[in-house]
């Protein structure tokens, strides 16, 4: 099967054996696999592979199960399915563990559903479940035409959550309101600070879903209401912050964070089974809508990666196999 591997750095396509599956898992013949932020940095070199992980890149894919484990019985041959992986998902074929594997909704393409996993496993993980929002409650998103922040704002729309956002064009902020956002502030030219202030009345927000971390950190505490929440997911300014324990005291501030690559399979099941049961019908209902910024051949996947790393897109980017 060909398979895109990174040689000093490079992506190139190179040819590998078909993997074997585990009692456990499924083989899938991919049609489909999102381009994500954490591929760039296992190119890099910044961001290796968990213990026993594929070292192929490649998050979540859609396509076709061929093979089924002995101890599988929730999924068939013939299956359509998207799936979240470890790694992997840059080939023909790829395994996935069949807990992980999700229908694709009824009205959806394949490229659409590569689109879902990573995106939904984080921001249900992580908004929902670690930060437990609540209707009529406020969410502060940095980065709201990202893949993360598109399914951050209707995920939160759709449970009646207010949702203010950053981005870093004015274009990207239209964009953001068009999908549902209450406010869009254009970090290039506005203090988001002083911006969420105004906008809550100087209440600040009660979640904030950070990927940005470094001088944002101080900065996002500044936006918190009292018994607020804080979760980071990335840290694309540094991962270091000069931090003023005051105001995390005085305001019963949470700061927590996550990732989701490493994370136990039973974790990640209970995630999968509270989307399919949460979330599909919504997709389903056409209430969420997958977003697409532009799709790559398996031949075109380094200018997948310039597109990721320009960050000029709005939405997801997918590459298309098979």
Request: glycine share 8%; with cysteine.
């Given at each position: 099967?060909?398979?895109?591997d990174?040689?000093?750095?490079?992506?190139?396509?190179?040819?590998r054996s078909v993997?074997?599956?585990?009692?456990?898992?499924?083989?899938i013949?991919?049609?489909?696999?999102?381009?994500?932020r954490a591929d760039?940095?296992?190119?890099?070199g910044?961001?290796?592979p968990?213990?026993?992980a594929?070292?192929?890149?490649g998050?979540?894919v859609?396509?076709?199960?061929?093979?089924?484990g002995s101890n599988?019985s929730?999924?068939?041959i013939?299956?359509?399915?998207?799936?979240l992986?470890t790694?992997?998902?840059?080939?023909?074929?790829?395994t996935?563990?069949a807990?992980?594997?999700?229908?694709?909704?009824?009205n959806?393409d394949?490229?659409?559903a590569?689109?879902?996993p990573?995106?939904?496993f984080?921001v249900?993980s992580?908004?929902?479940n670690?930060a437990?929002?609540?209707p009529?409650?406020?969410?502060f998103?940095?980065g709201?035409?990202?893949g993360?922040?598109?399914?951050?704002?209707?995920l939160a729309?759709?449970?009646?959550?207010?949702?203010?956002i950053?981005a870093?064009?004015?274009e990207?902020?239209?964009?953001?309101l068009?999908?549902g956002?209450d406010?869009?502030i254009?970090y290039q030219?506005?203090?988001?600070?002083?911006?969420?202030?105004?906008?809550?009345n100087?209440?600040g927000?009660?979640?904030i879903l950070?990927?940005v971390?470094?001088?944002?950190?101080a900065?996002?505490l500044k936006c918190m209401?009292?018994?607020?929440?804080l979760?980071?997911?990335?840290?694309?300014?540094g991962?270091?912050a000069?931090?003023?324990?005051?105001p995390?005291?005085?305001?019963?501030?949470?700061?927590?964070g996550s990732t989701?690559r490493?994370?136990?399979l039973?974790?990640?099941r209970?995630?999968?089974e509270q989307i399919i049961?949460?979330v599909?019908?919504l997709i389903e209902?056409?209430?969420?809508?997958?977003?697409i910024d532009k799709t790559?051949s398996?031949?075109?996947v380094r200018q997948?990666?310039?597109?990721?790393?320009s960050?000029?897109?709005?939405?997801?980017?997918i590459?298309?196999?098979?």
């Amino acid at each position: 099967m060909r398979v895109i591997d990174v040689i000093d750095g490079e992506l190139q396509i190179t040819e590998r054996s078909v993997p074997n599956y585990s009692e456990t898992e499924v083989l899938i013949k991919v049609f489909a696999a999102g381009v994500n932020r954490a591929d760039v940095m296992q190119r890099k070199g910044l961001y290796p592979p968990p213990k026993g992980a594929s070292d192929i890149l490649g998050l979540e894919v859609s396509g076709l199960v061929i093979a089924i484990g002995s101890n599988v019985s929730n999924i068939k041959i013939g299956d359509k399915v998207c799936a979240l992986l470890t790694g992997g998902g840059y080939a023909e074929y790829c395994t996935a563990t069949a807990d992980l594997c999700l229908p694709i909704p009824q009205n959806l393409d394949f490229i659409q559903a590569a689109s879902l996993p990573e995106t939904f496993f984080t921001v249900w993980s992580n908004i929902f479940n670690l930060a437990q929002i609540k209707p009529q409650e406020s969410l502060f998103v940095h980065g709201g035409s990202s893949g993360i922040g598109i399914t951050a704002i209707q995920l939160a729309k759709a449970f009646d959550i207010n949702v203010f956002i950053t981005a870093g064009s004015q274009e990207k902020c239209d964009f953001c309101l068009q999908l549902g956002a209450d406010a869009a502030i254009n970090y290039q030219e506005q203090d988001f600070v002083s911006e969420i202030q105004r906008l809550t009345n100087s209440q600040g927000v009660d979640v904030i879903l950070d990927m940005v971390g470094g001088d944002y950190f101080a900065r996002n505490l500044k936006c918190m209401a009292y018994d607020a929440r804080l979760v980071q997911i990335a840290t694309q300014n540094g991962y270091r912050a000069e931090l003023n324990i005051l105001p995390i005291m005085l305001k019963r501030l949470t700061v927590t964070g996550s990732t989701l690559r490493d994370r136990d399979l039973s974790f990640k099941r209970n995630i999968a089974e509270q989307i399919i049961q949460q979330v599909w019908p919504l997709i389903e209902q056409g209430t969420i809508t997958p977003v697409i910024d532009k799709t790559f051949s398996l031949e075109n996947v380094r200018q997948a990666h310039q597109l990721m790393e320009s960050s000029l897109h709005k939405g997801k980017i997918i590459l298309t196999l098979n």
